[in-house]
C-alpha cells in the first residue's frame, strides 16, 4: 500500500541510496525508499556451498543481469564496436552484494581533469571538499587499510588494521621493490577486526559470491539496519516505472509496480534517484512528460551521454612456489599507482593502477581464470594444471576511462523487461587513449610479474569491457555541459537529485564504491541544509 | 575494435564468465524444456570422452572415477541448456566417428579419441569449449579431487585459513618516496 507523501523518496538501496537514507532519517527526514530487488539471504549465498564456483559461469547469483535473470532484474542490450558485459545487482545493498570491496579513493588531480589534463571536464567540487564524506563513509561501512601512502594525499587513521597480504602479496611487492615503483596495501570495505556489531573477516575468501558473516561492507549489513532502525520505510520488490512531475516541472514521486504487480505511486518532496550508471539513465529517459519531452532532467541531451567504463586487463604470472592467490579475502590486498598519474610521454593522457587480485578456485583456474585461458585437455592436463594452482598471481589493470559521448544508455526500442518497461540498451567503444594506456599497462605489468619471479606470463588481452557504470548523469556547473550541479541536484528540476556512478565528470583509475557513498553523503547534507525549500 | 566470437569468449571478465554469456545468449541448440537423459550409447560415448578430456595419470583420477558422469547426467536434468551443450557435443563426434571410422565413438582406441576431439576443437570451437568446461566442472566440483590437489574448501561455520597478519615492514621503501599525486589547487 503507497504511505502518505514522504519527505524524501530514494529510488534504488545500493551505495548511495542507502548512504542517503541513513543520514537524512539521522537528521529527521522521512525517507521511502523503492527497492526492485529484495533482501538477500546470507545463509544462501554460493560462497556457502561448495558448488560455489559454477555461479561464476550461470545461475541466479551470476553478476550479469542477461545470464542471471531474477524476477527483479532488467535484461541489457549492449552494442557499439565493444558491447560491454555489464554487471550490476539488484537487491537491498545492490551491486554491493557482490563487489570485491576494493575501497581506493579518487586522487585530487581526478577532479580537475580538463585543468591539468586539457581533456575531458572538471568536477565542480575538489578532493578536500570530499574528503570529510570519504571518511564518514568509510567509518559508516567499516574498512580495514593502512593510512600514509605517498601516492594518495594523507588520509584519517583506517577503522581496522590491513587484511593479510598472504604470499602472492609479499611476493609482488618485492616484485615492485626490485623496480623501485610504489605499492601499497589496499583499503578493502572487508572489515580485519570486529567493528560496529560486525565479525572480523574469517579469511575464507570467496567474498564476490555474497559474504555470508557480514564482515564485507554490502549496504544491507552496514546503513539499512541503521537506517530501518531511524524511521527509514525501505520498499522491496517495488519497480519503479517513472519518476512523476508536476504542473510546475517538479519531481512529485514515482510510479511503482509493487510486489503484486500492481501500479502504486509514492508521492514525496525531493526524489533522489540511485539507481546505478545505467539504472538511472534508463528512469530518466522512461520520465517523459509534455513538460519534458526528452526525459526528465534532459535539456542537456546529455541522460545516458558519456557513459564510462574503466578499461580493464588481466595478466597472470605463474610462479614455481605457490602462490595460495585463492586463500584469504578477496578485495585488493595490495596496488601500484606507480603510473596512475598523466605523464605524456607514455603517449596517453591520465593513468592506471594495477592491482593485486586473488583467485577464485581450482574451477575457475581449469576453466581459464582471468585470461581466459582453460587449462590444456587431455594427456598434460594434470601437469598443466599444478603449473598454475595453486602458483598465479594476478595483476588487474584498471585504467581511467575519458567519457565520450557517444558512448551511451538509451532505451531499447524492442527489448522490454518482464513488467513492459523498455530496457536499457549501452552503446560503448573504447577509445584510442584507453587502448594506448591498456598496451602500456600490460608491459608494466608484465614487468612487475618478473620481477617478482614469474616464470611465465598469461595474458587476457584487451577484454570486453564490464566493470563500473559511470557518468550518464554527470556533475557540472553548465547546466548544457551536465546534468547535475555540485550538490547532485538536476539543473532542470529543483527537487530532484542524481547520485550514484551516473554523477561521476570523469572516471579516475579507482574502483567507485567508496567514491559513490562519500558523494552520497554529501549530496544528504546537501538537501537537509536546503531543506525549507522543499516545504 | 571488432571482436570476433573467440576474441570474446577468451577476454571477457573471465573466460567463465564469458563462455556462460554465449551459453545464455547465443547458444545454437535451444535446450528442450524435457531434455531426455542420455541413452545408453551417449553415456559411453560421454565416458570415453570425458576420459579423454581429464584422463588418468600424474597420481590423479580420470574425471569419469570420480563421479563425473553420474555428476553430468544429474546437472543436465537439472539445466535443461547442459543436456543440451552435452548433446549436441556428443552428436559431433559421434557424426566425426562415423565419418572417419565407421564406428561408434566410444569403441575407438585412446588416441583415435583425441583424434576426433581436437577435430571437434578446430572445427567447432565453441561446441568443444563447452563440454570441456562442463567436463572440468564435473572434476573440480569434487571434494576427492580438491584433497588431491590441496585446496581446502573452508566452509563458512569453521574455522578460516591461517595467515600470516599484515607485517608493515614490508612497506619500508615505499614510505621512503616522495609524494606521487599531484597537488591541485583549491577553488
Redesign the interface.
Known amino acids: 500500500m503507497p504511505i502518505e507523501q514522504a519527505d524524501v523518496l530514494v529510488i534504488g538501496s545500493g551505495p548511495a541510496g542507502a548512504a542517503v537514507a541513513k543520514r537524512l532519517t539521522e537528521r529527521g527526514a522521512k525517507v521511502v525508499c523503492l527497492e526492485q530487488g529484495d533482501w538477500m539471504k546470507p545463509?544462501q549465498y554460493p560462497?556457502?556451498q561448495?558448488?560455489w564456483?559454477?555461479a561464476?559461469?550461470?545461475g541466479p547469483y551470476?553478476?550479469?543481469p542477461?545470464?542471471r535473470?531474477r524476477p527483479e532484474d532488467y535484461p541489457v542490450v549492449a552494442q557499439g564496436?565493444?558491447p560491454p558485459?555489464v554487471?550490476m545487482f539488484n537487491a537491498v545493498g545492490g551491486s554491493t552484494i557482490h563487489y570485491t570491496a576494493h575501497w581506493p579513493r579518487l586522487?585530487?588531480?581526478d577532479?580537475?581533469v580538463k585543468t591539468?589534463d586539457g581533456v575531458a571536464a572538471d568536477w565542480p567540487i575538489?578532493?578536500?571538499e570530499l574528503e570529510p564524506y570519504y571518511d564518514q563513509n568509510d567509518r559508516e561501512m567499516g574498512v580495514a587499510g593502512?593510512a600514509?601512502?605517498?601516492?594518495?594525499?594523507p588520509r584519517s587513521p583506517r577503522p581496522t588494521?590491513?587484511?593479510?597480504?598472504?604470499v602472492m602479496g609479499?611476493t609482488i611487492?618485492r616484485g615492485?621493490?626490485k623496480l623501485g615503483w610504489?605499492?601499497?596495501?589496499s583499503d578493502n570495505g572487508i572489515i580485519s577486526r570486529a567493528y560496529d556489531g560486525r565479525p572480523a573477516c574469517?579469511?575464507?575468501?570467496k567474498c564476490m559470491l555474497g559474504c555470508?558473516?557480514g564482515a564485507k561492507a554490502s549496504t544491507d549489513v552496514t546503513y539499512w539496519p541503521k537506517a530501518l532502525k531511524q524511521g527509514a520505510v525501505l520498499k522491496t520488490r517495488c519497480r519503479v516505472r517513472e519518476i512523476t512531475v508536476d504542473e510546475q516541472g517538479r519531481a512529485r514521486g514515482a510510479l511503482y509496480y509493487d510486489p503484486e504487480g500492481k501500479l502504486q505511486e509514492q508521492t514525496a518532496r525531493v526524489v533522489v534517484l540511485s539507481a546505478n550508471g545505467v539504472g538511472s539513465a534508463r528512469l530518466l529517459l522512461l520520465s517523459r512528460s509534455k513538460q519534458f519531452p526528452q526525459g526528465l532532467a534532459n535539456t542537456s541531451g546529455l541522460v545516458g551521454r558519456n557513459f564510462m567504463l574503466h578499461p580493464f586487463r588481466f595478466l597472470e604470472g605463474q610462479f614455481a612456489e605457490p602462490m595460495d592467490g585463492?586463500?584469504?579475502p578477496f578485495g585488493i590486498p595490495a596496488y601500484s599507482?606507480?603510473f596512475?598519474?598523466t605523464d605524456t610521454s607514455r603517449g596517453f593522457v591520465r593513468g592506471y593502477m594495477l592491482m593485486l587480485e586473488r583467485s577464485f578456485?581450482?574451477?575457475?583456474h581449469?576453466?581459464?581464470?582471468?585470461?581466459?585461458?582453460?587449462?590444456p585437455?587431455?594427456?598434460s592436463?594434470?601437469?598443466e594444471?599444478?603449473k598454475r594452482?595453486?602458483h598465479l598471481i594476478r595483476v588487474t589493470v584498471l585504467g581511467e576511462d575519458l567519457p565520450v559521448e557517444a558512448n551511451r544508455v538509451e532505451l531499447d526500442p524492442e527489448v522490454k523487461d518482464s513488467s513492459g518497461i523498455p530496457a536499457p540498451r549501452v552503446v560503448y567503444?573504447?577509445s584510442e587513449n584507453s587502448?594506448k594506456m591498456l598496451g602500456h599497462a600490460a608491459g608494466t605489468a608484465r614487468q612487475a610479474l618478473q620481477a617478482a619471479g614469474a616464470v611465465e606470463i598469461l595474458d587476457?588481452?584487451?577484454?570486453?569491457p564490464?566493470?563500473h557504470l559511470l557518468g550518464t548523469a554527470r556533475m557540472g556547473t553548465d547546466s548544457k555541459s551536465s546534468v547535475v550541479n555540485a550538490w547532485h541536484q538536476s539543473h532542470d528540476v529543483k527537487n530532484l537529485f542524481i547520485v550514484d556512478g551516473s554523477s561521476f565528470a570523469t572516471s579516475g583509475a579507482v574502483n567507485p564504491t567508496s567514491t559513490i557513498g562519500a558523494l552520497a553523503l554529501r549530496c544528504a547534507d546537501g538537501i537537509w541544509e536546503r531543506r525549507r525549500e522543499w516545504a | 575494435m571488432k571482436f570476433t566470437r573467440r576474441k570474446f569468449l577468451g577476454t571477457t571478465l573471465a573466460g567463465s564468465l564469458a563462455a556462460a554469456a554465449a551459453s545464455a545468449n547465443n547458444s545454437g541448440v535451444s535446450p528442450k524444456p524435457d531434455s531426455a537423459p542420455l541413452d545408453a550409447d551417449q553415456h559411453e560415448a560421454l565416458r570415453a570422452a570425458m576420459d579423454e578430456i581429464v584422463p588418468a595419470g600424474d597420481g590423479m583420477p580420470a574425471a569419469s572415477a570420480v563421479g563425473g558422469l553420474d555428476y553430468l547426467e544429474r546437472v543436465g536434468r537439472e539445466e535443461p541448456q547442459i543436456a543440451a551443450d552435452l548433446q549436441q557435443a556428443l552428436d559431433s563426434l559421434e557424426r566425426l566417428s562415423k565419418s572417419r571410422f565407421q564406428a561408434a565413438f566410444a569403441s575407438l582406441s585412446s588416441p583415435q579419441r583425441v583424434d576426433l576431439l581436437t577435430a571437434l576443437e578446430t572445427n567447432s570451437p565453441d561446441i568443444f569449449a563447452k563440454l570441456r568446461d562442463h567436463v572440468y566442472e564435473s572434476y573440480y566440483t569434487q571434494p576427492k579431487v580438491w584433497k588431491l590437489i590441496g585446496y581446502e574448501f573452508y566452509p563458512t561455520n569453521e574455522s578460516g585459513p591461517r595467515m600470516k597478519p599484515f607485517d608493515e615492514s614490508v612497506l619500508a621503501k615505499v614510505r621512503a618516496m616522495p609524494k606521487l599525486y599531484r597537488e591541485v589547487r583549491q577553488g
Open positions: 545463509n560462497s556457502t561448495t558448488t564456483e559454477i561464476l559461469q550461470r551470476h553478476f550479469n542477461n545470464i535473470k564496436a565493444n558485459s554487471l586522487h585530487p588531480s577532479f580537475r591539468l575538489s578532493y578536500r593502512l600514509g601512502d605517498p601516492a594518495n594525499p588494521p590491513p587484511l593479510p597480504l598472504g609479499e611487492g615492485f621493490d610504489h605499492w601499497w596495501v574469517d579469511l575464507h575468501g555470508p558473516i585463492h586463500i584469504g599507482q606507480q596512475y598519474e578456485g581450482p574451477l575457475h581449469a576453466w581459464g581464470s582471468f585470461v581466459g585461458k582453460p587449462v585437455w587431455g594427456a592436463h594434470h601437469q594444471m599444478k594452482f595453486p567503444s573504447y587502448l587476457s588481452g584487451v577484454i570486453q564490464a566493470f
